[in-house]
DNA sequence: ACCCAGGTGGCCC
DNA sequence: GGGCCACATGGG
């Protein structure tokens, strides 16, 4: 199968314009962030975000400090409050203990991050590749749900296709940039909350026309 | 009144 | 290694 990801990323950029984001500024932001958004939609994530603002508790430091109950009230709107409040007590506090502070462990090698990351409870692939891309700006390429939608949606790849082996499908294609695969993945996600939520395809969805595959839907 | 959302971990076979 | 399940709020 021919996917063409270079034309599929063009028209994208076309459509959303260069978008190289994570949701958020500082790199605390960004992992508490990443693990709220979890299995939940990102205007959910906001309000909880904004109440932990509010709180003076939008950091590692804070987070590992602060009363889990008092967590569990800020991050109530994302959904899964009690299980994210205990976990991102449990992140932070470790990464207190073991690293001094987040640019402690941010600052390890690429590959040594992501194993460690992986290895905190409540952080699973896709939150340890997203922490990694966008909080310490190293190499990783981020699937998601809208990854795998997108995929199946334009190109008819299975749907059921595996974490590892679709990211090994972009790597393995494109080449390697850590502004391209921030901006890739940001581009996937702009393209899932807008269209790739219907078979077929909308009329106006940017990924039309890329392959006979969508044509014929 | 449904259905889904930018996953993860536990348990079972 | 894979298939199921709990976890929970807010918006369409």
Redo the contacts with the bound molecule.
């Keep these: 199968m021919r996917t063409n990801l270079y034309d599929l990323y063009a028209r994208l950029r076309e459509r959303f314009g260069y978008l190289d984001?994570?949701?958020g500024d500082t790199a605390d932001e960004i992992v508490i962030?990443?693990v709220l958004?979890?299995?939940?939609?990102?205007?959910?994530v906001e309000?909880a975000i904004a109440n932990l603002k509010r709180e003076r508790l939008l950091s590692i430091a804070a987070i590992s400090r602060a009363k889990v109950q008092r967590l569990e009230r800020c991050v109530?709107?994302?959904?899964?409050?009690?299980?994210?409040?205990r976990?991102l007590k449990g992140i932070s506090a470790r990464i207190m203990d073991e690293y001094g502070s987040l640019d402690g462990l941010l600052s390890l090698p690429g590959t040594e991050l992501r194993k460690t990351l992986?290895g905190?409870?409540?952080?699973?692939?896709?939150?340890?590749d997203?922490i990694v891309l966008?909080a310490a700006n190293k190499m990783a390429f981020?699937v998601?749900?809208?990854t795998i939608?997108a995929m199946s949606r334009i190109y008819g790849m299975d749907s059921?296709t595996?974490?590892d082996d679709m990211q090994r499908y972009f790597t393995d294609r494109l080449r390697p940039s850590i502004r391209l695969y921030k901006d890739m993945?940001a581009q996937f996600?702009e393209l899932?909350?807008n269209y790739c939520?219907t078979r077929p395809l909308c009329a106006d969805c940017p990924a039309n026309r890329i392959c006979a595959y969508s044509r014929n839907m």
């Excluded at 958004?37 to 959910?44: C, E, R, V």
């Excluded at 109530?76 to 409040?85: F, L, W």
């Excluded at 905190?120 to 340890?128: L, P, W």
Aim: charged share 25%; glycine share 12%; proline share 4%.
């Design positions: 984001w994570w949701p962030g990443a958004t979890q299995q939940t939609a990102w205007t959910n309000k109530r709107p994302s959904g899964y409050y009690r299980q994210k409040a976990r992986l905190f409870h409540g952080i699973g692939k896709e939150t340890a997203s966008y981020v998601d749900a809208y939608r059921g595996k974490y993945h996600v899932g909350k939520r």
